[in-house]
Each structure stands twice: as C-alpha cells, then as structure tokens.
C-alpha cells in the first residue's frame, strides 16, 4: 500500500498529515509513505524528519488585494501553477500511489488535481470551520471529504456525502490526566491553573492582555499561571512585568515545551483558535476564553471558534475589542465559580471527536479496497 499526502505552508495544514500517516504506518509497517510539500515551508523541515519520502513543487497562492505588489506576484503565481501541475503529474506518474490525500495548503491544489485526472484515489481533510480556498476547489473532484467540523459542509459543491471526522489528536494530549500533570508542575493544592499562550512565534495583543491580568492577580494567590509569550514577544513580555515581584504561582516561558503536561493540569486556557488547538482543548475538556487571530485567511479562527462557543464550552473575545480591563472581566467571571468552569469542561468533552484516526484510517482502508 502507497498512500502519499500533499499539504503544506503551516503546522495546521502539515501535523494532520503526519498524523494520519502516523496512524497509517502503525497499523501497516510495510506501508509506503510519500509526501509532496514545498521546499522553503514548514513541510520541508517536519516530514523528513518523520523519515518519509518527501518530493516538493513550486507553488504560491494568488494575492485578494490588487496592489501594483500583488499584481506581479499573482503573475508569478499563475506560472508556478502551470509549471506545478507538469511538476506533480510528473511525480505521481512516477511514485504510483494507490490513495493521494491532501490536508491543505496551496501545494495540495495541483496534486490532487492531477492525481484525479490520473485516475488515483483522492481524498482531503479540511481542519476548519470556514473551508479554505483549496478545499473548495478540489470538494467536486475528489473521492472522499474528510471535514472536521460539519459548520464547513455549507460552503462546498460536494461530489459525495462529506464524513464528519474531527481533527487527529497528539496521543500524549490523551495520556497525561490533571492530577499527575499538576504533581509534575509542581502543583500541590486545588487552586486554579490559567494557561495563557499566542503560539511559538507570539501574539503581541494577546501578551498585552496577559501582562496587565498577571499584574491584577499577582501575589493574590488567586490563580497559578502558565503563560507562553512566544519566541518574538518574551523580552518585550519580561519588560512589562520586571517591576513586580512576582509571585511563584506565575510562570512566564518564552515557549511551552511541555504542552500535554500544561494543558491537562489547566482549569482555564487563554489562546488563538487554529483547528488543531481547538480539537484538543476538546479532547482534553478545557474551558478556553479564544481569541481569534483577525489575520488568518477567510477569518477561519473567528469561524472555528463559534463552534466552541455554540456549544458552551468558550468564550470568545475578538482582537478588536480585545482590552486588559476585557481579558479580567470575563476570567473573573468564568472562575468567580467553580460550576462555571465544570460546566463549559463538560461541553467541551461532549463535543469531542476522540476517534479522529480511527475514523479516517477506515475511510482510507476502503478507498484502498477500491484500488485493489
């Protein structure tokens, strides 16, 4: 069995990718597994790592925006287009999959298309609410959509009935229970434990926010808290905070290495709303305040997490009215009582899928019973 995968540009589009073909390998040793990405993204660095066999185009999305700029790069990008679909053909000519499966990202456009064309079995897996732009297209062509969240199943032309699967889930995310993670931590009594983070690379507004809450509550052994600044926000993040003397409940990290351990000792996580972040605060049952990053494509963040908050388990406070005073107001509320907190925990884990690989894997095994 050959199953290649095509996805790329961010650890979104690439993790899900890795993980079903993770999954895929566990299952079947001798499985072969093949990727396409780009060679200057994320792919690049992560699938070789994983020791798949890894092949790469040359493509580049086109620009909304006409300025002079953009105009010169959607030139380019029709180019890249032509020259990547001849590039994947050739590729997929070559390698012979039984299966192609994309997970998003430019990159995954010509792929599929091609390996359709060729007659291959196609699938995708869309992580968001809000469908991207690749997923629209391909949703007519391919043999089966995978969405992780049925909201997306409005805004596509589908060929077949789509499969509801969730997002594949990091197995140490599933293994670590509270009570041992908070012995790790250091965490010896029942106080409440608020995760705070804006991703590896920061987010400037969020660490605002998170800067002025740790001064509200530091010292008044309210609240322990974790929070992640990010590579690009920890000195400026340090700078705000060197005049208190902060307490030992309060621990500020340039990057949150340990998250599987962070995350199921926390009673409350503040954070953006990427696809895979929200399936698992899900998975884990975490009551979440998400603060959508207003700079993602199609405004898939803000789209994600009213899916969470529909179902009662977060609050959402959009960058825009994003304030220090906002951020207190409505940690004080959510944790002013304990019931607040077990309830949206509950609708989180009601709204869990937990069996994301299992149900992608047959959906898979059953294109390949097709192929054979």
């Known amino acids: 069995m050959h199953i290649l995968f095509a996805g790329g540009g961010t650890a979104g589009h690439i993790n899900p990718a890795l993980a079903i073909a993770g999954f895929i390998r566990e299952k079947h040793p001798d499985a072969h597994i093949s990727y396409i990405g780009t060679a200057d993204k994320l792919e690049a660095k992560l699938v070789p790592e ?6 790469t185009i040359s493509v580049a999305g086109f620009q909304r925006k006409l300025t002079p700029a953009n105009i010169v790069k959607n030139v380019s990008a029709v180019s890249k287009a032509f020259t990547a679909s001849i590039r994947a053909r050739k590729i997929l000519k070559e390698l012979k999959p039984d299966i192609v499966i994309g997970t998003g990202g430019y990159v995954s456009g010509p792929v599929l298309r091609e390996a359709a064309k060729l007659g291959i079995k196609t699938a995708i897996h869309e992580q968001n609410a809000y469908p991207g732009v690749t997923t629209k297209m391909l949703s007519s062509k391919v043999d089966a959509v995978m969405l992780a969240m049925p909201e997306a199943e409005k805004y596509l032309k589908l060929k077949n009935k789509p499969y509801i699967t969730g997002n594949p889930v990091r197995q140490e995310l599933l ?32 660490n605002q926010a998170v800067s002025d809450l740790i001064k509200w509550h530091n010292g008044s052994d309210k ?20 005049d208190l003397d902060l307490s030992d409940k309060i621990d500020v990290r340039e990057y949150i290495s340990d998250m599987n351990v962070c995350m199921a000792a926390a009673d409350l996580i503040i954070c953006r709303a990427g696809a895979i972040t929200l399936s698992e605060l899900l998975a884990c049952g975490k009551p979440s305040i998400l603060i959508p990053s207003p700079y993602v494509t199609e405004n898939h963040q803000f789209h994600n997490a009213m899916t969470l908050k529909k179902i009662g388990a977060a609050e959402i406070i959009e960058e825009k009215d994003l304030t220090s005073d906002k951020l207190i107001e409505v940690v004080s509320q959510l944790i002013a009582e304990k019931s607040n907190l077990s309830k949206m925990a509950m609708a989180a884990k009601n709204g869990a899928i937990m069996d994301s690989n299992e149900r992608i894997y047959e959906i898979v095994m059953n294109l390949y019973k097709d192929v054979k």
Not at 50 to 55: A, E, H, I, T
């Open 175 to 206: 293994k670590t229970n509270r009570e041992e993670a908070r012995t790790k931590l250091g965490i010896q009594d029942d106080i409440p434990l608020i995760l705070s983070f804006g991703g590896s690379l920061g987010a400037m507004r969020i």
């Open 50 to 55: 994983k020791g798949y066999n890894f092949r």
């Open 223 to 242: 609240f322990y808290h974790i929070h992640g600044t990010g590579k690009s926000g920890y000195g400026d993040f340090k700078d705000s905070i060197k």
